[in-house]
């Protein structure tokens, strides 16, 4: 079945540092799909990527999916501590059906 | 609009019994709903893609006999878990696909429910 790499699995920071997670795939993508898991809680969707080279905004987050639509990104700027929780990028996962795979995940963690 | 509750939240059982969990979507129809199990500090796994009327696909590796899936209606689908053991115990959580109406489009993506934290003793 498909997988997609994800990187990397914790990261601190400082609260107000930028944070950036990836994730990369070796086959080409119909779409990516971000969500956020509070601790304790469920995945939250966030966006899904479609289109080659698209980038989205959404306040301090901007989601990129590559040109050759095999890897993409999440990029938070100044973070707070509001955004603490595990990010995962999710992929189709083949065989007709449209449930996904997902990536491992990155935690973040801001220390204030 | 779009959401999706479980039921329970948090179950535990002793080894042997079984456990169902049911997932509904509240306002609109799913035809599709997936089940996906999620272990501390891990990522989901699907387990089983649920459509409306018919049998459930299972992932490779997903027991079907153990883990019994029915999608009766389009808005509801139950797990249960049959004998469960303690390696069982994770946290199950599905989601739902259904053409969803937002304000001034549809949606076709999936929505998450609470998720269900099963411990089997």
């Known amino acids: 079945g498909q997988q997609v790499m994800q990187i990397p699995q914790y990261q601190h920071v400082q609260e107000g540092e930028d944070f950036t997670t990836y994730c990369n795939s070796s086959?080409?993508?119909?779409?990516i799909q971000w969500y956020k898991q509070r601790p304790g809680g469920h995945p939250v969707f966030l966006i899904q990527?479609?289109?080659?080279?698209e980038v989205k905004k959404q306040k301090r987050l901007t989601f990129q999916f590559g040109e050759a639509k095999k890897n993409s990104s999440l990029h938070i700027t100044a973070t707070q501590t509001t955004d603490v929780g595990t990010y995962f990028c999710?992929?189709?996962?083949?065989?007709?059906?449209?449930?996904?795979?997902f990536g491992k995940g990155t935690h973040l963690i801001i220390q204030p | 609009g779009a959401v999706v509750s479980q039921h329970p939240s948090r179950v535990i059982c002793k080894s042997g019994t079984s456990v169902k969990i049911e997932c509904r979507s509240l306002?609109?129809?799913?035809?599709?709903m997936f089940w996906y199990r999620q272990f501390p500090k891990k990522s989901l796994m699907l387990m089983a893609t649920?459509?409306?009327?018919?049998?459930?696909?299972?992932e490779q590796g997903v027991e079907k006999d153990k883990f019994l899936i029915n999608h009766a209606s389009l808005t509801l689908s139950t797990l249960t878990v049959t004998s469960a053991h303690p390696e069982d115990s994770s946290f199950y959580i599905c989601?739902?696909?259904?053409?969803?109406?937002?304000?001034?489009?549809?949606?076709?993506?999936?929505?998450f429910g609470p998720g269900t934290r099963l411990t089997v003793t």
């Open positions: 086959t080409t993508l119909s779409n």
């Open positions: 990527l479609v289109k080659s080279g």
């Open positions: 306002d609109f129809q799913a035809t599709t």
């Open positions: 649920s459509n409306e009327g018919s049998k459930a696909t299972y």
């Open positions: 989601s739902a696909r259904g053409r969803v109406r937002l304000a001034g489009s549809h949606s076709y993506e999936q929505y």
């Open positions: 999710a992929v189709p996962s083949g065989g007709g059906a449209d449930g996904l795979t």
